[in-house]
């Protein structure tokens, strides 16, 4: 079946460590994105790739990075950087001539 | 500035009765506006959209919402509630080239409806 995969589901890392969230697609949609959701406060835009080879910043890209080699994978890795990263992350993409968004299941980071 | 207002956090029907969970936009131009609902520890699963057309959209397990112009609002209902239907709403709108992109959404601050037996 066509969908988006999400993966890890869980993921626990300690403070300092980088780690990376995978996202891939099987839709064939261009358009591919990251959002983090925290309680209360919705989702709020990360990144997002309109081709492969190319993203752009969302409202919140600070200490997160993306790369867009294969139109299949849009993978996020949040850095050290990332004041506050525990948070549930969702990726998503998009059908072009509506806009409407496919979702995958999610990851919830948890910093220890 | 683009956005999309959810005026409750959370809403609160006993099954079997109606549900209405708001929501309004401040956009230029004509929007494509969403709803979504997300189950806990689940993604966001399409439930319907207002492309152009008929005011009365029907959707997925039953939803329908109306598109308001004049009140720029695109309210979710549903005749009946069911227990099942407890989870996370969402609404969103499309602008074309907002954020210098095509149609990248904006998303409501999500309504928690509980709907009790």
Redesign the interface.
């Known amino acids: 079946d066509g969908g988006i995969t999400q993966s890890p589901k869980y993921l626990f890392r300690k403070e300092g460590q980088n780690v990376t969230l995978s996202c891939e697609q099987n839709l064939n949609h261009d358009a591919m994105y990251w959002y983090r959701q925290d309680p209360g406060q919705g989702l709020r835009l990360i990144y997002y790739s309109q081709i492969v080879n190319d993203f752009q910043k969302g409202d919140i890209a600070e200490g997160y990075s993306v790369s867009r080699e294969k139109k299949e994978s849009f993978p996020l890795t949040v850095t050290s950087a990332q004041k506050n990263p525990t948070a549930f992350y969702l990726c998503a993409s998009r059908l072009s001539n509506t806009g409407e968004l496919f979702f995958g299941e999610g990851s919830r980071l948890t910093v220890l | 500035a683009q956005s999309v207002a959810q005026p409750e ?1 959370q809403v609160n029907v006993a099954e079997g009765n109606p549900l209405t969970v708001k929501c309004t936009y401040s956009v230029s131009g004509n929007p ?1 506006l ?1 709803w ?1 609902v997300q189950y806990p ?6 439930l319907l ?1 207002y ?1 152009t057309g008929d005011n009365l959209v029907k959707g997925s397990y039953g939803f329908e919402a109306e598109f308001n112009k004049s009140q720029t609002s695109f309210h979710l209902k549903k005749p009946s509630a069911l227990v099942s239907d407890s989870a996370l709403y ?1 609404c ?1 709108v ?1 602008v074309p080239n907002y ?7 904006i ?4 309504t928690k409806l509980s709907v009790k037996p």
């Open positions: 956090d494509y969403f979504y520890n689940r993604g966001l699963q399409f959209k492309i969402f969103a499309r954020g210098g992109s095509q149609g990248n959404l998303f409501g601050k999500g």
